[in-house]
């Protein structure tokens, strides 16, 4: 894994700038904002733009890169709020989430999803009341599958961001390279075949969006697309790129069996060479990871929730490559939600 610990200076700079941005965006969800972002990463101190920008040229194997150092003020962040759509608390937490959006600039565009988070780009992920077995950012006491994040959907994201505001449980979050995972020639020839489907996970559902009579117009037909991928899905490899160093799209919790047994038999391989040697990364307050969601697959293990307003809280972020890789499901070139 990639690890920068950013030095006093840097960090008295990355807060004074991302205080600035605040001041003139008002939210990291401002398009304003947003359309700026690439050009306002390119001020960040030096360092941190070099080590992101080798983390994405280089496609390290690791698949992790993990940056810590950043200012963070348990008391000015305010409690963890009980849900992601209580949005007035995002104000407390604006630099932070605009130090996010920066940093992941330097790996791509920030994308969001109509269907989930009621599109916004920066989303939290924090436990909630009722929800606690849930396969979903917002489940605790159940283990959250490792998976490759939307891993359904053709314009996933090429990279995950996740920055820790507070985790005093040390909650782990799972992580593990497919380039630990020894496959042997038949595994991987398998795995590169179209035998498999993946369907949306719960997190794009209609149930799982706060106000359903919301859904109107051309979010209807957002969902009506998550409908037809949940019920027809296509069938896709497991394993693609280059066979001597793989990138990987699967979500084990959201795949049915395949008919071809030989395929059937090469995913459970993989299932269980991962279950075997996946591993704890509990990240701390003001760390901020980045996954390369064509390398890594991540997870969450179980957890009691407090509700006290001290639970685990997580920003994250989707970030594309290639924007344009989405355009025909998007409303502008520079519209970042995906629909
Ligand atoms: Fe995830």
């Not at 700026?36 to 001020?43: N, V």
């Not at 924090?126 to 359904?152: C, N, R, T, V, Y």
Request: proline content about 7%.
């Amino acid at each position: 894994m990639i690890r920068l610990a950013i030095e006093e200076e840097e960090a008295r700079q990355v807060k004074a700038f991302c205080r600035e941005l605040a001041d003139r965006y008002g939210s990291a969800e401002n398009p304003e904002f947003l359309a700026d972002a690439q050009l306002a990463a390119h001020e960040l101190p030096r360092r941190l733009r070099r080590c992101l920008n080798d983390f994405r040229l280089n496609e390290p194997a690791s698949a992790m890169c993990v940056i810590s150092g950043l200012p963070l003020d348990d008391a000015a962040i305010g409690a963890t709020p009980s849900h992601w759509k209580f949005q007035e608390m995002r104000r407390s937490v604006c630099a932070e989430e605009m130090g996010l959006v920066l940093l992941s600039s330097l790996l791509g565009e920030c994308i969001g999803w109509a269907t989930q988070q009621d599109g916004h780009i920066v989303h939290d992920i924090l436990p909630i009341k009722g929800m606690e077995h849930e396969q979903l950012g917002s489940g605790s006491e159940e283990l959250l599958w490792w998976h490759i994040e939307d891993a359904f959907h053709e314009c996933r994201g090429d990279y995950l961001g996740l920055m820790c505001l507070r985790n005093p449980d040390q909650v782990p979050t799972t992580f593990i390279s497919i380039a630990e995972i020894p496959l042997s020639p038949w595994v991987v020839e398998k795995l590169f075949e179209p035998h498999y489907t993946i369907r949306p996970d719960e997190s794009h559902l209609k149930k799982n969006k706060p106000d359903p009579a919301q859904i109107v117009g051309d979010l209807e037909t957002s969902y009506d697309r998550i409908e037809q991928m949940n019920t027809r899905p296509d069938k896709i490899p497991v394993l693609f790129g280059d066979p001597r160093a793989p990138y990987i799209r699967i979500d084990p919790y959201f795949m049915d069996t395949v008919d071809d047994p030989a395929a059937q038999e090469a995913l459970s391989t993989l299932i269980r060479a991962v279950d075997e040697r996946i591993r704890d990364v509990p990240m701390d307050a003001g760390e901020i990871c980045f996954i390369d969601n064509f390398q890594g697959v991540h997870g969450r293990k179980p957890f009691k929730a407090r509700y006290d307003g001290r639970d685990r809280w997580l920003k994250r972020v989707n970030i594309a490559r290639d924007l344009r890789r989405s355009r025909a499901l998007r409303e502008t070139a520079v519209d970042p939600v995906i629909h």
